[in-house]
């Protein structure tokens, strides 16, 4: 997250945005934003840049800027997606991830079992064999557990050597984090998802692409079940 001043305004408004307050088509006045946030226009300049980036809002001579339309933002953008998981839209963003999670990271393992250098099937089984010892020990809130499995799952999309797989490096790694700072993982693992874990990195340490990509999509669905449960309490 962008920190300072220049940080606080993009924060706030993209925050704002993405929870749908200003709804689509409203304008922004430069004026009235340095105005809100007792900011320089230089800030809120800089604010609204990386807004034009993410595809949020678009700013217009003699009209201002104008919030764009949903399917006009860039999904896949650190920024919106942890500004979405702290808003209204949490749960739709949290499904949508998981969704995007259990179509790829299944092949991401299937490749890594045929393509994984020897360190990379090393650094995943020991990676697994952590989360395994502190799952047991009902740390899977802590981050001890969480660094341990981003650093799993990061490993598991590089390691496939897909660079487009590799790109949802982050997107992954934003919602795993989000689900632990909103308080949705458990301290202990539901039964199955350690060692699931535990055979996905066998099989890619093996060379196995079928029980890789079958265990992978198996932890996966249980993880998405798991969710949706939290989400309807």
Do not use: C
């Amino acid at each position: 997250m962008a920190t300072g001043m220049h940080g606080d305004v993009l924060n706030e408004l993209g925050q704002r945005i993405a929870a749908g307050n200003p709804q689509p088509g409203s304008v922004l006045k430069l004026a009235l934003l340095e105005k809100e946030y007792s900011a320089s226009r230089t800030v809120i300049r800089e604010a609204i840049r990386v807004l034009e980036n993410i595809g949020m809002v678009a700013s217009r001579r003699r009209v201002g800027i104008t919030v764009q339309p949903r399917e006009n933002w860039d999904s896949l953008d650190p920024y919106l997606i942890q500004w979405s998981l702290r808003g209204p839209f949490r749960h739709q963003q949290l499904e949508a991830l998981m969704e995007l999670r259990v179509a790829v990271e299944p092949m991401a393992a299937r490749l890594a079992a045929e393509r994984a250098t020897a360190t990379q099937r090393a650094e995943l089984l020991r990676l697994a064999e952590r989360l395994n010892d502190l799952g047991e020990q009902g740390l899977g809130q802590t981050a001890e557990y969480l660094d341990a499995d981003l650093a799993f799952h990061s490993l598991l999309l590089t390691s496939s050597t897909n660079p487009l797989l590799a790109a949802l490096e982050i997107p992954v790694r934003e919602v795993l984090a989000g689900r632990t700072h909103l308080g949705l993982h458990p301290t202990v693992p539901a039964p199955g998802t350690l060692e699931e874990h535990l055979v996905v990195a066998k099989s890619i340490a093996s060379g196995d692409g079928d029980q890789a990509e079958t265990h992978s999509r198996s932890h996966l669905l249980g993880v998405w079940r798991e969710i949706a449960e939290d989400l309807s309490h």
